[in-house]
C-alpha cells in the first residue's frame, strides 16, 4: 500500500490510474475509490491503453476492471459515476467479448440502451488488443505467483492460489497448482483449507461446502481479508447451478454474510434463490 501511494506522484498518467484501480479494489475506501472514478479516462488514447494494459498484463481477458465497475453500480454512492464508466468499456470493448453480464445487469441494461451511442469511439469496431498465448502470460505474473506458493506464511499462499485461480486458464492454473502444492505445507485453519481446496479440488468444495454459521463467516472473512475479485468470489461460486446443496449455501451465505458480502453479490443470491438466472449463462469459473 505504501509503495502504490507513493506511485501516485507520478507523471505517467497510466501509471497513476493503474495505481487508483489498484488502491481503489484493495482498500475500498471512499477516498481511494472516488479517485479512481474521477480519474478514470475520457481521453480515447489513454482510455484504450488502458485497456491494452489490462489485457496484457493481468490475464483476465479484460475483465476485471468491469467486474470492479460493476461492483461499484450496485452501490448507491457511486452508481451515477460508475454507469458512464462502465458503458464506455462495453461499447468499445474489442476482443473483450465476455462482458454479457455486465451489459444485461439491471442497473447497466437500461443505461446502454439510452446512452451506448454516446461512448462509441470511432474506429473502434476495427480496434483489437494484442492476444497474449499461455507462456505470454505466465512470463508476467506467474514467477510472482509461484514465489508466493513457497511462502512460509499461509495468508501468502492462499492469496497467490486465489489470485491464480482467476487466470483466464482456470485448468492449466489448478494443474500448476497442484504440482507445486504436492506437499502443502499446513494451513493456520479450516477456512484457509476450504479456500484452498476451492482451486485443488473444485467438485468437493462445491459438494462439501459447509452451511453452519461458524464456518461460513470465517471463510467469508479470510477471502474478504485476502482476495476477493469481484464475480470471482466464493459467493458466486453457488449461483447458477440447479444442485439443491447450492441453494442452501446460497442462503446460508445471505443469512451470515453481514459485513463480508458486496451488494452485488446480495443481489445476485438473492435472484438466484428466486429462480432467476445470471444471464442465463454461468459468470464463474471452477
Known amino acids: 500500500m505504501r509503495i502504490l501511494r507513493q506511485n501516485l506522484s507520478t507523471d505517467d498518467p497510466l501509471e497513476r490510474i493503474v495505481t487508483l484501480y489498484a488502491l481503489a479494489a484493495m482498500t475500498r475506501a471512499p477516498e481511494d475509490v472516488d479517485a479512481f ?3 478514470f479516462p475520457v481521453d480515447p488514447g489513454l482510455f484504450l491503453t488502458l485497456q491494452d494494459a489490462e489485457w496484457r498484463l493481468s490475464a483476465t481477458l479484460g475483465e476485471g476492471i468491469a467486474d470492479f465497475l460493476l461492483l461499484l453500480v450496485h452501490e448507491p454512492r457511486t452508481r451515477d459515476r460508475a454507469l458512464p464508466h462502465l458503458a464506455r468499456i462495453i461499447s468499445n470493448k474489442g476482443v473483450v467479448e465476455n462482458l454479457t453480464a ?8 437500461p443505461y446502454l440502451g439510452t446512452h451506448r451511442d454516446t461512448f462509441l469511439l470511432e474506429g473502434t469496431s476495427d480496434f483489437a488488443l494484442s492476444y497474449l498465448y499461455e507462456e505470454e502470460r505466465k512470463w508476467a505474473c506467474g514467477a510472482k505467483l509461484t514465489e508466493l506458493l513457497l511462502s512460509n506464511d499461509p495468508d501468502s499462499r492462499i492469496t497467490a492460489l486465489l489470485m491464480h485461480r482467476r487466470l483466464f ?3 492449466a492454473a489448478r494443474r500448476e497448482m497442484l504440482q507445486t502444492c504436492k506437499q502443502p505445507k499446513p494451513l493456520r485453519d479450516a477456512a ?3 479456500l484452498m481446496q476451492r482451486v485443488l479440488d473444485y467438485t468437493s468444495f462445491m459438494k462439501n461446502f459447509p452451511t453452519d454459521q461458524a464456518t461460513v463467516e470465517a471463510v467469508l472473512r479470510t477471502e474478504k481479508r485476502l482476495y476477493k475479485p469481484p464475480f470471482h468470489s466464493l459467493a458466486f461460486s453457488f449461483m447458477n447451478r440447479g444442485d439443491p446443496h447450492d441453494a ?7 443469512r451470515y454474510g453481514n459485513g463480508r458480502l458486496e451488494a452485488v453479490e446480495r443481489h445476485y443470491l438473492q435472484d438466484y434463490l428466486k429462480g432467476e438466472s445470471l444471464c442465463g449463462d454461468s459468470m464463474v469459473t471452477p
Request: net charge negative; charged share 25%; aromatic share 4%.
Open 37 to 39: 472514478l474521477a480519474a
Open 102 to 109: 455486465e451489459e444485461q445487469d439491471v442497473y447497466v441494461k
Open 169 to 171: 486458464d482456470p485448468d
Open 192 to 194: 484457509h483449507a476450504i
Open 248 to 254: 442452501a449455501v446460497a442462503a446460508a451465505l445471505l
